[in-house]
């Protein structure tokens, strides 16, 4: 087994290298904007916004425990926002992402960049170092020839 290498063969920086890519991947699912519902042959079933023009009557505001449950335009978000189509004059609610919301994402996201940070620093400078003395090794083996 190769000198630095983990029980499970690979290396440790690689191993957390693949800690750090899967983290990162699980975070951006979680940052990622809310898709909308795709289009079907039938209009009749899609909500009026996908197919005419609307106003938001009610700004995006978090979903009441009860709307949670009944109103399945919670679900992704856990925000709301209640709009009115043009044509139809019907009251539908639209998943929304609010302020508040996307700030503590953010933030989130900042926390694990100062978190991640200090062990890429670790990393380059124990590979620096590494380097180094195999480069020291090698001009030592060439003085040693001579």
Same mark, same amino acid.
């Given at each position: 087994?190769?000198?630095g290498?983990?029980?499970?063969?690979?290396? #440790?920086?690689?191993? *957390?290298?693949?800690?750090l890519?899967?983290?990162? *991947?699980?975070l951006? #699912?979680?940052?990622?904007?809310?898709?909308?519902?795709?289009?079907?042959?039938?209009?009749?079933?899609?909500?009026?916004? *996908?197919?005419?023009?609307?106003?938001?009557?009610?700004?995006?505001?978090?979903?009441?425990?009860?709307?949670?449950?009944? %109103?399945?335009?919670?679900?992704?978000?856990?925000?709301?926002?209640?709009? %009115?189509c043009?044509?139809?004059?019907?009251?539908?609610?639209?998943?929304?992402?609010?302020?508040?919301?996307?700030?503590?994402?953010?933030?989130k996201?900042?926390?694990?960049v100062?978190?991640v940070?200090?062990?890429f620093?670790?990393?380059?400078?124990?590979? #620096?170092?590494?380097?180094?003395?195999?480069a *020291?090794?090698?001009? #030592?083996k060439?003085?040693?020839?001579?």
């Open positions: 087994m190769p000198a290498a983990g029980r499970h063969g690979l290396p #440790q920086g690689r191993r *957390l290298c693949w800690l890519c899967a983290f990162t *991947l699980k951006c #699912q979680a940052e990622a904007p809310v898709q909308e519902e795709k289009l079907s042959a039938s209009t009749s079933n899609l909500p009026c916004w *996908l197919v005419e023009e609307f106003v938001v009557s009610e700004e995006c505001s978090p979903c009441s425990s009860f709307q949670a449950k009944t %109103t399945p335009e919670c679900g992704p978000t856990g925000y709301v926002k209640k709009i %009115t043009s044509s139809s004059k019907r009251n539908e609610f639209k998943s929304c992402r609010s302020a508040l919301m996307e700030q503590r994402l953010f933030w996201f900042e926390g694990a100062v978190c940070a200090p062990i620093a670790c990393l380059v400078i124990s590979r #620096q170092r590494q380097l180094d003395r195999k *020291l090794e090698k001009v #030592q060439q003085i040693e020839s001579i």
